[in-house]
DNA sequence: CTGTTAGCGCCTTCAC
DNA sequence: GTGAAGGCGCTAACAG
């Protein structure tokens, strides 16, 4: 094994004490000059790396920020671990991410594995299951610095960053309304998460600004990933309420539909608009090209992590609601013009 | 801050000495009976959790494995990173990841970082800069378990997992040509890479095979993430060579040349086929749905864990080359029954 | 300016 | 069975 050499190995060919090195190392000011320089470069030489295992034993700090989210694969997350990733490196801290699968019991375990690695702080998002939240209470217990983001619990007392949910699905409602839709079919996200249930005040607000029915028949509750597409939509089509539009709560779900709906012969835009959620790189160029909202998971991931930071380096640090602005992008899936 | 009991605070309450406590909590059999029942009991109560950093800088093992990829957020590397975390996780050790965003330099401080962390071994695959490979061959001279996947260096004697480029792309290009095209395109990725330059040579294999003769001309060097692409099909049309198959690195690329392709009156496939590489989950509903070859990202990431953990647990362990299969899914956008 | 001592939390001889 | 001592690598307080 090639050990790394340590202060002790410096000091010993150097004829020093290890606090001389040490001092050296970290430019203590009471070091003479002339040891300096030896030190430094034998350091050099010997490619001197400080373990950061004894540092962090000895200041009680690990410089590892954890992550606790769904799925890694999942796209939205994906992209919020590179904002993450990348406000954490620029301040010096590694990341560790874990994944709940949207288990509860997984996620339980992902807080205990990351507490007992005595991260510094947490970043988490919830799973689709999480409605009792003992584990997470604990961590703030724990006064461990800990940032809610996306998926976040509205009864606990803690900083959280979320896009905005409601006003968004409202500008995406209000825009098939005002380009003449009247029965617009939602197919909505579990319940239990906060985000989903916003999105769905905010197509029901929509709804009502216009003095149009909100019909629960055409409210359809799905799971995150558009499992039961076919399902979906055949009920739909079965319901003959003659729908004019969908908004489905991501472009995965939008996209299988727009297939299905196809290949009844029924043409979008025209019968029927549709707008998704997400805007997958991919969307841009289905056919006809997706309308979709722009949900910004670098941004969150990013903000998410310097919010964290603050509260690392001040423990008075006050709480935050931070809301990051989504993006409504219209193409030709719900208006030709 | 709710601080973590320690082995010296149950040693305290209970009137012991801390080693008897350690030796209590770690099951050794010279503890009375009576002793361990009481130490684990307060282990129980104050939620005692060994503290990993100490453990680690005695072990000299931090159980942290280190992962070195070009980006968290391109789709396959996040299904590899789904199974690195899922067989590392269930061996009990955490993974650091490291995003080269495709640049050495970041790279080869990603090594640092990784190094100076002390992980227990290094899963990688390269960036598409990635020629010089001394920040890679340092790490095989530290003796450290290093295992490449997907973008791999041949030149450096190691573990490596890899799909079967060359046979897939050569059984892609077989469809084509035996379901009557002659005059295929291939969009190829950079080629310092493994991975292109293997699938390249699998394309040219078939053409070979068929007797049909290798256009240069039909060549394009592309990046990892269909930039460019208009510039591409534009190029491919005036080249007026009436190329009846386009072969695209991956599905992005495939995906926004049909669009582009249709844009131009010209049918798909009757009269291009398009073959793309990834199979990404929105591939299959596309108008028309996208032939593409299915990745082994999730897979690959699990085996180049195992292995790792092989070396980690030997470090007599031989150096093997594992070599996963890909699968051609063939759709409508290349063959219509 | 430099060295000695002590301690972060844990485990492992060695001694009784 | 149990305790005391020492050390993993580093730094900070205390002496000179």
């Given at each position: 094994m090639g050990m790394n050499p340590t202060v002790k190995d410096i000091a010993a060919k150097l004829n020093l004490s290890t606090s001389t090195v040490s001092r050296a190392l970290t430019d203590h000011p009471d070091v003479k000059k002339e040891t300096k320089r030896l030190v430094l470069k034998l350091a050099r030489e010997l490619d001197y790396q400080p373990n950061p295992i004894a540092l962090s034993l000895k200041k009680n700090r690990t410089y590892i920020l954890g992550v606790i989210i769904p799925e890694t694969s999942i796209s939205f997350f994906s992209k919020a671990i590179s904002g993450i990733q990348e406000v954490a490196s620029k301040a010096g801290y590694q990341v560790m991410i874990c994944s709940s699968h949207d288990s509860v019991d997984i996620e339980r375990q992902n807080v205990q594995t990351l507490l007992n690695s005595r991260v510094d702080g947490l970043i988490i998002s919830v799973s689709r299951e999480t409605q009792d939240v003992n584990h997470l209470a604990r961590i703030l217990d724990k006064r461990l610095p800990t940032v809610f983001f996306d998926r976040i619990c509205e009864e606990l007392q803690s900083t959280q960053v979320v896009a905005d949910n409601f006003a968004i699905t409202f500008r995406a409602?209000?825009?098939?309304?005002?380009?003449?839709?009247?029965?617009?079919?939602?197919?909505?996200?579990?319940?239990?998460?906060?985000?989903?249930?916003?999105?769905?005040?905010?197509?029901?607000?929509?709804?009502?600004?216009?003095?149009?029915?909100?019909?629960?028949?055409?409210?359809?509750?799905?799971?995150?990933?558009?499992?039961?597409?076919?399902?979906?939509?055949?009920?739909?089509?079965?319901?003959?309420?003659?729908?004019?539009?969908?908004?489905?709560?991501?472009?995965?779900?939008?996209?299988?539909?727009?297939?299905?709906?196809?290949?009844?012969?029924?043409?979008?835009?025209?019968?029927?608009?549709?707008?998704?959620f997400n805007n997958e790189r991919f969307s841009a160029f289905f056919d006809p090209p997706l309308s979709s909202i722009d949900h910004p998971a670098f941004e969150m991931g990013k903000t998410a992590t310097e919010l964290l930071l603050q509260h690392i380096a001040d423990d008075q640090f006050p709480i935050q609601k931070k809301v990051i602005k989504s993006d409504l992008i219209i193409r030709e899936s719900s208006f030709k013009s």
């Open positions: 409602t209000e825009h098939l309304i005002t380009t003449g839709r009247k029965r617009i079919a939602y197919i909505a996200g579990p319940q239990n998460l906060y985000n989903s249930r916003k999105r769905l005040e905010g197509y029901k607000a929509a709804l009502q600004k216009y003095k149009l029915p909100i019909d629960d028949d055409l409210i359809i509750a799905s799971h995150y990933e558009g499992e039961n597409v076919k399902t979906y939509t055949d009920y739909l089509f079965n319901l003959n309420r003659q729908i004019d539009a969908i908004f489905a709560i991501n472009d995965r779900t939008a996209i299988e539909m727009i297939h299905l709906i196809k290949q009844r012969q029924v043409k979008v835009p025209e019968d029927i608009a549709v707008v998704g």
